[in-house]
C-alpha cells in the first residue's frame, strides 16, 4: 500500500475472520508495524517476545495492568539476550572497541531493544480513552503530547511510547527544581528537560558583558532565558524552531514571573538584528537522531553548532560576547575530532576571551556499569565566551 505524505499510518489484523484497521500514530515517527495480531492475558511472554523480534505488532486487548507486566517481562528478555551475546562476544579474542565504536554499538543496542519493546499496541478511543480494563485516565497526558489533532481519533500506539507521555506529564507536574532559579522548570513533552544543572550554574555565574539586551537560541524549556531574566537581563528575545519549545517556554516564563522581558520567535537560529550577548547551547552530539524527540540531544553533522559560530558575528555588537555552552562528550567519544570546535571558532572570526568549565555530577557520570563511563568520566561541560577578533 502507497501512502501520501497526507495521508496517516494504518495496522492492519484480522479478528475472526473480519479484516480489521486502525489508524496508527508514533510521536518518534516509527512506522507502524507490518504484521498485527491480537492479544490478551493468555498470551505467554515467551511467545509474545518471540511474535515481538519477528517484527509482528500484538495488539492488546486485555488488561492494562498486565500489558504493563507483559512489558517489562519483554524488556528482561532483552535484556537478557543482549547480555548473553555479550559474554559470547567477550570469550572471543578480538582487539577492544574504540569509544566511537562502543557509541554505535550501544545506539543499536538500544534502537533494538526500543523497536522489539514497541510491538506492543495499545488502542485508543475519541478522547484519548484507553477502552481496556485497569486502564488509568490519561487525557491530560495525551491531550498535552498530541494536541487536540487526534482527539476525536480512534488510533493506536505502542505501549512503551505511551509509558513516555505518562512520563512526560509526570516531570511536567512535578517539574525539575533549578537552583539558580529559586523555583521549578517545567518541561514539555518533546523538549529538552534541564535534569543536568551544571550548564545552567555556567549561565549563571559567568560576568555579564551586558544587561540591556540577549538573544537565546535555542530557548527550549526556557531555562537560560529565565536564568538570564533573574540576573536582570531587561529584554531577551529567545528562538526555536519547535512550536512546541516555544509554548513550554512561555508558561515557564509566565510561572516565574519574566515573561514581561522576553519575546519568543519561532526562527531558525538567531532573529533579526545584533546584540550585546547571545546565548547557544546546542545539541552536543554530532550523531544522526533516530526520532524527531532526539533533535535535542543529537545535532547531525553539527549542524547548529556550526549554523550559530557562523552567524554570530554579524548578530553581536562591538565588544559583545556569544556563549557557547558545549560538553567535551563527543571529544571522548571520537564522535568530533580534538581541536575541531577551536578550528570552527577560528573560522568563524572569533576568538574566546574566557572559558569556564565545570564537571557533570549526574549518576551515570560515576557509574562504571554504564557502556560509555570511560568516555563520561572525563567528560568537561564549558561556557565558552566568544568576541569577534576584530573587537577582541
Known amino acids: 500500500m502507497t501512502l501520501h505524505d497526507d495521508t496517516p499510518p494504518f495496522i492492519s489484523w484480522t479478528s475472526g475472520a473480519t479484516p480489521q484497521r486502525l489508524r496508527w500514530h508514533s510521536e518518534a515517527g516509527n512506522a507502524p508495524p507490518r504484521r498485527v495480531v491480537e492479544a490478551d492475558d493468555q498470551i505467554a511472554a515467551d511467545a509474545a517476545y518471540k511474535l515481538a523480534c519477528e517484527g509482528t505488532g500484538l495488539l492488546w486487548r486485555g488488561d492494562f495492568q498486565n500489558a504493563r507486566q507483559l512489558l517489562q517481562a519483554l524488556g528482561r528478555r532483552v535484556d537478557r539476550a543482549r547480555e548473553r551475546s555479550q559474554a559470547k562476544s567477550k570469550a572471543r579474542p578480538a582487539s577492544p572497541d574504540s569509544p566511537a565504536q562502543a557509541f554505535h554499538h550501544h545506539r543499536q543496542m538500544q534502537a533494538q531493544r526500543a523497536r522489539i519493546l514497541g510491538m506492543l499496541l495499545i488502542p485508543v478511543d475519541p478522547g484519548f480513552v484507553v477502552p481496556l480494563r485497569r486502564a488509568p485516565a490519561l487525557q491530560a497526558a495525551c491531550s498535552e503530547a498530541y494536541g487536540t489533532a487526534l482527539q476525536g481519533e480512534s488510533f493506536a500506539v505502542s505501549l512503551r511510547e505511551l509509558q513516555g507521555l505518562i512520563g512526560a506529564h509526570e516531570w511536567r507536574k512535578k517539574g525539575v527544581e533549578i ?214
Open 179 to 392: 537552583g539558580a532559579l529559586g523555583g521549578r522548570i517545567h518541561p514539555w513533552y518533546g523538549v529538552f528537560s534541564p535534569v543536568r544543572g551544571e550548564y545552567v550554574e555556567l549561565v549563571a555565574q559567568a560576568p555579564l558583558p551586558s544587561t540591556e539586551l540577549a538573544f537565546d537560541i535555542g530557548v527550549g524549556s526556557g531555562v537560560l532565558c529565565a536564568v538570564l531574566a533573574r540576573r536582570g537581563v531587561r529584554k531577551i528575545v529567545a528562538t526555536d524552531m519547535d512550536p512546541r519549545a516555544l509554548a513550554c517556554a512561555r508558561e515557564n516564563l509566565q510561572a516565574l514571573g519574566v515573561l514581561p522581558q522576553v519575546t519568543l520567535q519561532e526562527a531558525d537560529l538567531f532573529p533579526p538584528g545584533r546584540a550585546p550577548l547571545i546565548v547557544c547551547n546546542p545539541p552536543w552530539l554530532p550523531a544522526r537522531p533516530s526520532s524527531p524527540i532526539e533533535h535535542a540531544v543529537y545535532d547531525p553533522d553539527s549542524r547548529m553548532l556550526l549554523g550559530y559560530l557562523n552567524g554570530l558575528a554579524e548578530h553581536l555588537t562591538p565588544q559583545g560576547e556569544g556563549w557557547l555552552i558545549m560538553s567535551d562528550f563527543a571529544e571522548h567519544l571520537g564522535l568530533r575530532a580534538p581541536g575541531m570546535l577551536e578550528e570552527a571558532i577560528t573560522r568563524a572570526g572569533l576568538e574566546v576571551v574566557a572559558r569556564h568549565d565545570i564537571k557533570p555530577r549526574h549518576g551515570k557520570a560515576i557509574d562504571r556499569e554504564d557502556p560509555l563511563h570511560a568516555a563520561r568520566s572525563k567528560e568537561t561541560t564549558s561556557l565558552y565566551r566568544l568576541r569577534t577578533r576584530a573587537s577582541a
